[in-house]
C-alpha cells in the first residue's frame, strides 16, 4: 500500500464495529506475499514499527474526548491539487474486512450514520470509475472530498465509540496487546531476498498533505507532528 492508502485503510479498520487483530488486517498492508521481502529481520522490524507507529497515532486522534482526523492525502505537486482518491481506496478496502458488520452500521436507524457511509461510498465509487451519479455531482463531490471526508470519519467514530460503550477507538486494546507480536512475527518471516518488491510501500516517495502540513516521503521515515 502506498502511504495514503494505508492512511485510509487503518482509519477503516478502526471504525468498524468488530475488532479486527492486527493478525488480520497487517498482510493486506503487505499486499501480494512476493512482494513482503526485506532485506534483513532489522529492516523487517524498521517497517512493522513505521506501520504500527502510524495505526497508533491514529487510534489517538480518533480516542481522544475530542476526537481529531488529519487524513494524509497526497497532493499534486505541480499543480497543488489533494489527491483524496488512495485514501478512500484504502478506507473501503478495510471496509470489505467486515461487510456485515457495515451492513449493520447501514441499517442502524442512526440518521448521521445513513448519511455519513452512503457518502463514502459514493466517493469510492468516484474514485473507482464506477459512480452512476451525474456529471455534475462528481465533480461537486470531488471538490468536496478533502473537506468531507474527515466529517464523514469523525460521524462514524462517534457512533462507534457510542455502541461500544469505549471511550477509545474500537481496535485500541487490539493493538496495545498485540504490536509486540506482531513486530516478533514480521521479524521471524522476512525474507532474504532483494527488496525491490516492497519499493511501494516502503521505499516509493509522494507528496502528501496532512492537515496544514506538506509531507514528502515513507512511513518509515516521516517525522509526524507531536499530539
Not at 501480494?32 to 521481502?37: I, R, S, T
Not at 481529531?68 to 489533494?82: K, R, S, W
Not at 448519511?115 to 459514493?122: G, T
Amino acid at each position: 500500500m502506498l502511504a495514503s492508502e494505508f492512511d485510509g485503510f487503518v482509519t477503516g479498520v478502526l471504525l468498524c464495529p468488530e475488532m479486527i487483530l492486527p493478525s488480520e488486517w497487517l498482510p493486506r498492508v503487505w499486499g501480494d506475499p512476493e512482494l513482503a521481502v526485506f532485506e534483513s529481520d532489522a529492516a523487517a522490524q524498521r517497517t512493522v514499527a513505521a506501520v504500527m507507529a502510524h495505526y497508533n497515532r491514529v487510534t489517538r486522534g480518533l480516542a481522544r474526548n475530542r476526537p481529531v482526523c488529519e487524513p494524509l492525502f497526497d497532493e499534486n505537486t505541480t499543480t497543488g491539487e489533494v489527491l483524496w482518491e488512495m485514501w478512500v481506496s484504502g478506507f473501503e478496502e478495510a471496509m470489505r474486512l467486515r461487510p456485515d458488520s457495515w451492513m449493520a452500521t447501514v441499517e442502524s436507524g442512526d440518521p448521521d450514520v445513513e448519511h455519513a457511509l452512503p457518502l463514502m461510498l459514493a466517493l469510492h465509487a468516484i474514485q473507482a470509475g464506477e459512480s452512476e451519479r451525474p456529471e455534475a455531482s462528481i465533480d461537486e463531490l470531488s471538490e468536496q472530498a478533502p473537506d468531507l471526508i474527515p466529517t464523514l470519519v469523525l460521524t462514524l467514530n462517534g457512533w462507534v465509540k457510542a455502541q461500544r460503550g469505549a471511550t477509545g477507538a474500537a481496535n485500541l486494546p487490539a493493538v496495545r496487546r498485540s504490536a509486540a507480536m506482531i513486530r516478533a512475527r514480521a521479524g521471524q518471516g522476512a525474507s532474504s531476498r532483494s527488496a525491490a518488491g516492497r519499493r511501494r510501500f516502503t521505499d516509493g516517495a509522494f507528496g502528501g498533505r496532512h492537515g496544514s502540513c506538506q509531507k514528502t516521503g515513507t512511513l518509515s521515515n516521516m517525522s509526524w507532528p507531536a499530539d
